[in-house]
């Protein structure tokens, strides 16, 4: 158990939909990122929020938004859902610097039908 | 840009030794991390090298590193039936996000 809870677990959405996906970070750690795994695409890198700030995008589509609260926890909207973004998403955590190792959550599945 | 490269595929005897390999291309990379991933589950981070070090050792895993040749090896001694899943080599690119591998998957027969 690393520590970073995700939720849900599955989630199954038509498209055309939005859903919001959650994380809550390590006990301590004030960076969050968030992740794609799908099949085409591999792992890909998609935001992170240090402390509630955004500090660094990747791969993000426009329809895809994240924020981080005060008490650290994230979420990651997805909107206008499409048979693409049927993948796993992945939250990890890091340390107070926002750089340190990066431990990941169990992973939510979202299946867009 | 920042590639990072992994065989498909590695099959090995229980008992026997995996090795997986990886290449990346950013030689700014500050940290390399293997992770483990079972089916239907999580990536759970099993060692991580410093970019300053040749070699770390980790029970029954050793993890080499070759700068000049941007290579990044995971040696598992005594491979066990438990160790088969999917392992992802990664790099810390720009002090945040982590470039991953495609990953390997390893299959242990008994």
């Known amino acids: 158990d690393s520590g970073v809870t995700q939720t849900p677990k599955h989630l199954i959405t038509a498209t055309g939909q939005r859903v919001t996906l959650r994380c809550s970070p390590r006990?301590?750690?004030?960076?969050v990122y968030w992740y794609q795994q799908s099949l085409d695409q591999g792992l890909q890198f998609l935001i992170q929020y240090y402390n509630g700030e955004e500090r660094a995008k990747g791969n993000i589509l426009e329809r895809f938004s994240a924020q981080q609260f005060p008490d650290l926890h994230s979420e990651l909207n997805l909107s206008s859902l499409e048979l693409g973004d049927s993948a796993l998403y992945f939250c990890?955590?890091?340390?107070?610097?926002?750089?340190?190792?990066?431990?990941f959550g169990p992973g939510t599945r979202l299946l867009v039908l | 840009g920042e590639d990072v490269e992994q065989s498909l595929f590695l099959s090995v005897r229980e008992g026997d030794s995996s090795v997986i390999n990886c290449t990346y291309t950013d030689s700014s990379s500050t940290y390399l991390y293997w992770y483990k991933q079972e089916p239907g589950a999580g990536l759970q981070l099993l060692t991580y090298?410093?970019?300053?070090?040749d070699m770390k050792q980790d029970q029954r895993l050793t993890v080499l590193l070759n700068k000049k040749d941007k290579h990044l090896s995971l040696r598992i001694a005594d491979t066990q039936t438990g160790d088969s899943a999917i392992y992802f080599c990664a790099e810390n690119f720009a002090g945040n996000m982590l470039t991953f591998g495609g990953g390997t998957r390893l299959m242990v027969k008994p």
């Open positions: 090298i410093f970019s300053n070090m």
């Open positions: 006990s301590g750690d004030l960076s």
């Open positions: 990890a955590s890091s340390g107070p610097s926002g750089r340190e190792t990066q431990y």
